[in-house]
């Protein structure tokens, strides 16, 4: 995989990650130039396209856009599914999560990310796994409430 | 799991979050972030020490703005600081930090790389899994100078934990992509196979990915990986669906290890221990088999992660090419997919397909599906697999399909999505021209394409047309009738005039005497076009009017009117006033005879033609080039209708300015005797086979001293042939860059270097970047426009890189420019060439080698050597007739360069003495040491 970004139905960037190296200017205008095309597609149409020498493989949940760019060989119902489990991985790390808990823990979006895809490649695909090695950081950390004083929560799953 | 913490209490982060998101407009958002930037500033700036719980807030408050966008020059330093926290969740932001914001700033990254040695010895999984992951979203050379040698033994050492392994197989991935020469796996390479059989499922996942990758680039070093990813696989397949407990996907045992196995065994031919093969083959029918079976959850994500496999599958099926059944199997399968209702399965069973439908052993299978494609074609609603259906019905058209599969194309053209359009127009041109029996076909195809589509419609495309024409004489009628009638139509597309102009221009006579096509009536039609057309396409019917004159007396008189008129003769344009002049001169004062002379009928473009070749291997000048000759490399090349039954009329240079008159700059196409062309004996083929893979390959270099055309470079996956022409200091050369396997190849891409003394710069060469893709089978072209500035002793270099299969290939050729190529050859008499010669006595002017002879001595081979060279073979000017003496002139842009040459063969002794004399010594020697490698 060479990049995942995560967008809102109004366009705006969530999460961002790349895997391989470019500028900062290129990478805007890759998003740029994605989130316009994906935004443009109707509902049914399929979750694939020829993007550059990529393919792009997106789905949207509720009002959370997931992207992935892959290479020519790489296979497009599996990264599906990547992006599924990852979504998978965020709800039960938050519990129903929205894009608000995205927004307001950017961060943890990134680590829990980090600990599921390495270097554009699936490291550990077991969810437990995967949440044992995030909740270990947390085991220090204070509670604190969900709650985004009172913004209505739009739950992906 | 809702009492797990959310954040870790950062609430100034969490405000300032919600403020950023209250604002109502950018200039609000751009103020807030400028006060929040201000106060980190001091924060960070101020006298006060910041605790760590601090400085991870702002650090992480900076992060989030440099998401939003906005540049962030600071806080580098605050992060390095926190990665020496003891406090994990501080390490975590401070690595997150370095790893968004990379910098580049020496001092920093020596700090960074401190403190991930530090956590990588830690022997703390937690923090070496940090260290670690900082470095795979990093990457960069100064990580892998650093780092490349220790982690491969971390990833193998006995004592490693699950994770820590993970982590580090996917971190030298990483590194392994970008510093490729940094990571050497050697001595671990065996270790690192073995881990494919590691009993933690994780560590098989992620250590595939790097085994996958290192296989495509050293794929007889970790061979071994294919026995075991065929029983890891099977193990895998033949598991019930709750045998692997958590790395079961809905009822799917394991996927995402299943298909990386499956994509690295695509990285290697059929395995040969039969039992082996047997077990492979046996994993790939279970999951064929479980195609068929009803689904164990109604869940999208079931069939997804099923399908993933199946299709992962198919792929190695088509890799292997070598098993009919289960190629046949997988295309049935593919083809009940085509009706699916989900649309990502139709998009996938489109793609896969088309790969199915170039192997020998399913083409046909493939083509039954004809119809649900064209179907797919006429009522997909989504563009995407529109362009999959149009991508696949290409591949599967042949000769039994072609005329149906042609007029589905044409008329989706009508409602195509513009940015498939020329796309599109290609395809079904060079389909046309493929599959083309009878020509009026093919002539109504292309006809129909420019109507349709005229503006997607490349001069490439009608070029060819006109060339068809031309050489077959059974089509220009009815190409004449044909193109008359698109004509009528009151708003025709500009390419359909220059057509019309060309060929009525050459066949009007052939319609002529039906008198609603009459002269003056074909005249009319076209000039009612003249008016609303660009300069091109109106200096191309100037040209079509003075034929016109020729072919129809009775015209003479409107069309003279209408050279004559002041929009003509003063036209601003210096191209169309000069032809309308010209024109109008000539038709006045030619006689009939000369008037036919000069503008009759265009010869045939050339083709394979043996007086010809004959004619050139004779008289040998510099410069100019034969078409034919392209052709055999074109053919030799694999070009994309070679092997055809087609005639010879398969000559594929239009002339540059499509020209009735070839009055344009440019070689004449077709007019052979002044295009002496350099179609030598290839008195050199049996030299060089195919090339090994070497850094810079020059074998074929030597070879084309003394020729221009030719298989530069082969090997299993790739030819280029070359033809090149030189005229004065300017040379042109053509590259065919040709598939030889079924596969496309991606990211292609080539570049010319000058090296070393080159760049001063002695030679200039341009080219343009040629198509990302090149198909399997099919060839592409380049040119390079070469000037020589001065001498030059270097040759420029070729570089070629591309993706085959997913593997990189990368290739650098030394490209045959050498400076005799610009040779001009001077005859002169016997005592001219000795006065000349004792002109250039002095020491360095000459140089001179003895050797042996390494090819024949043949009279006939020396001289065909010699002319190829491209100076003048001077006959009756050494007194010795066995010698051989030849002069000619080097012409760089800043001087010329006299040479005189001689070569003394000694057939007793198997010897030659070579001498050069030259007005420049570094010519002198230049010259000495490249011809004494030929004989």
Redesign the interface.
Known sequence: MQFMLLFSRQGK?R??KW?V?LSDKEK?KITRELVQTILA??A???????WR?LKIVYKRYASLYFCCAI???D????T???I??YVELLD????SVCEL?I??????A??IL?EFL????????????V?K?I????L???????D??GLPRDELL | ?????????MRGL?VF??DI?NCKSKEAEIKRINKELANIRSKFKGDKALDGYSKKKYV?KL??IF?L?HDIDFGHMEAVNLLSSN???EK??GY?FIS?LVNSNSELIRLINNAIKNDLSSRNP?FM?LA??CI??V??REMAEAFASEIPRILVAGDTMD?VK??AA??L??LY??SPDLVLMGEWTSRVVHLLNDQH??VV??AI?LITCLSQKNPDEFKTCVSLAVSRLSRIVSSASTDLQ??T?YFVP????S??LL?LL?CYPPPEDGAVKGRLVECLETILNKAQEPPKSKKV?HS??K??IL??AISLIIHYDSEPNLLVRACNQLGQFLQHRE??L???ALESMCTLASSEFSHEAVKTHIETVINALKTE??V??R?RAADLLYAMCDRSNAKQIVAEMLSYLETADYSIREEMVLKVAILAEKYAVDYSWYVDTILNLIRIAGDYVSEEVWYRVIQIVINRDDVQGYAAKTVFEALQAPACHENMVKVGGYILGEFGNLIAGDPRSSPLVQFNLLHSKFHLCSVPTRALLLSAYIKFINLFPETKATIQEVLRCDSQIRNSDVELQQRAVEYLKLSSIASTDVLATVLEEMPPFPERESSILAKLKKKKGPGAVSVTDLEDSKREGGELNGGGDRGPDTSSTPSPSADLLGIRAGPPVGTAPTSAGSLLVDVFSEAGPAAPSAAVHDDGFLRFVCKNNGVLFENQLLQIGIKSEYRQNLGRMYLFYGNKTSVQF??FATTVSCPGELQKPQLNVQTKPVE??VEGGAQIQQVLNIECLTDFSDAPLLNIKF?Y??ALQNLTLKLPVTINKFFQPTEMSSNDFFQRWKQLSQPQQEAQKIFKANHSMDTEVLKAKLLGLGAALLDNVDPNPENYVSAGVIQTKGQQVGCLLRLEPNAQAQMYRLTLRCSKDSVSRRLCELLAQQF
């Not at chain 1, 909740?135 to 947390?138: I, M, T």
């Not at chain 2, 799991?1 to 209490?9: I, L, W, Y």
């Not at chain 2, 394991?254 to 290890?257: G, R, T, V």
């Open positions: 960037l999460l961002q895997y190296p805007k597609r109707k049914k149409m399929c979750s694939f396209l020829e020498d290479e020519e060989q296979n497009e119902l599996i599906l599914e990547i599924h489990r039960k790390y938050f519990g808990d927004i307001f823990n950017f961060e943890k990134y680590f980090d390495l270097g554009g490649e699936a490291q550990e695909t077991s969810k437990k796994n949440l090695a909740e270990q950081g947390d220090l950390q204070e509670n604190q409430s969900a985004w004083g | 799991m809702p009492a797990v913490s959310k954040g870790d209490g969490a979050i919600s998101r992480c992060l989030f998401l966008g406090k994990y969740t975590q932001i997150l968004v937690t899994c670690l992951h795979a979203n990457g960069s994770s993970q982590s996917l971190c991935l990483r992509k970008t499922m994780g996942t992620a990915s958590d790395y996907y394991a996927p995402w290890l298909c990386k994509r695509q994500q997804n992660a399908n993933a299709f992962e649309t990502n139709r998009y996938l609603r989504d995407s697999v362009q991606a990211s990302p893709l993706r299969g997913g």
